[in-house]
């Protein structure tokens, strides 16, 4: 394989097209943006993944940092402390290179960063959608703070914003629902702005993930539930592994081997992620709301253990950004 297709134009697609143009491989774009959510909080796990792939160890250093979090989730609030940068979307694509597209002409492989893939299905585990908006902020202690809290009709999360503003995060009503039900976080909180168009907030996971000439990469594969927080490094470590086994496969590896494993570890990533929700939604309330969104997570945990049983085990490694036999690594 000489010539990849890259379709889309968010950070898994940016980071397959660096990784794969910095070792040769002759890279196609085909942008494909899709609508835009308001801020991404980076954690320092993220950061430090964005910044090995795109070689950047100054990347979002000047941007706001959360320095600690509030959480009120089935009890009384708790401080924790915590470390993360804020940026906007718009912010994270203006500041990761672009790749520039190679001559038009037939391509060996695609990569798929962006719906809609050539075949399968999304499967979602739960039924809940989540609506932001931008406030002000009463109390100036919030501009270095992150707030969530469970309440009867679902959950709310606030991330500072600009000087005195803050973006808020509503999933499983309508947002003035939900903030009549908060005693953290209302009280903190004037003047809301308009709500966005609700999007998805339950994991969702594409299947199948690939076929002989094509794999699904990023938010296109796989979707986090933002009460996790991990789905950018998640989309980053994506990146990584699609770009390892499209190297490995142009050096000859076996193919089969190598898109089995990417669909291996994507489902077993899925399911840690399920598990780690469903114990966020067993504690986070006691109404018919909180129980199916718990039981939809369970069952979608007990699907990803059914195609784990299925497949082989992982033969594969990650050396940098390459993927090595087991016993070679080893």
């Not at 969530?148 to 973006?167: H, K, T």
């Not at 009503?173 to 702005?193: E, K, N, T, Y």
């Not at 039981?295 to 990650?318: I, K, N, S, V, Y």
Request: with cysteine; aromatic share 6%; hydrophobic share 50%.
């Amino acid at each position: 394989m000489t010539s990849i297709a890259i379709r889309g134009s968010g950070i898994a697609a940016k980071g397959c097209g660096h990784i794969l143009a910095g070792a040769g491989v002759r890279v196609a774009i085909e942008e494909r943006r899709r609508l835009s959510v308001p801020t991404i909080m980076l954690s320092d796990p993220a950061l430090s993944l964005i910044r090995g792939v795109f070689d950047r160890p100054d990347l979002f250093a000047d941007q706001p940092r959360v320095k600690r979090r509030v959480v009120a989730w089935g009890g009384v609030p708790v401080m924790l402390p915590h470390s993360a940068a804020l940026a906007s979307e718009d912010e994270v694509q203006a500041a990761l290179p672009s790749i520039l597209a190679s001559q038009a002409g037939p391509v060996d492989f695609t990569i798929h960063a962006t719906p809609p893939m050539p075949l399968g299905d999304m499967h979602i585990f739960g039924e809940r959608h989540a609506v932001a908006a931008k406030v002000q902020l009463r109390d100036p202690a919030c501009i270095e703070e992150a707030r969530i809290e469970a309440v009867a009709a679902g959950w709310l999360y606030l991330v500072p914003a600009e000087p005195g503003l803050g973006w808020l995060l509503g999933v499983g009503g309508s947002m003035d629902r939900l903030l009549g039900q908060s005693a953290l976080i209302a009280p903190v909180v004037d003047a809301v702005g308009a709500t966005s168009t609700p999007f998805p907030a339950a994991p969702r996971l594409q299947l199948p993930l690939h076929a002989d000439d094509w794999l699904a990469c990023g938010t296109a594969a796989a979707g986090f539930d933002p009460i996790c927080g991990d789905g950018t490094a998640q989309s980053v470590r994506e990146a990584i592994l699609a770009a390892a086994v499209v190297m490995a496969m142009a050096d000859g590896g076996d193919r089969a081997a190598l898109l089995t494993h990417y669909q291996s570890m994507l489902i077993a990533a899925m399911r840690r992620h399920l598990l780690l929700c469903a114990q966020f939604y067993a504690n986070g309330g006691q109404g018919d709301w909180w129980r199916a969104q718990h039981d939809a997570l369970m069952a979608g945990h007990h699907m990803c253990t059914g195609l784990l049983a299925r497949l082989p085990e992982p033969r594969f490694l990650l050396d940098g950004f390459r993927l090595v036999p087991r016993q070679a690594a080893a």
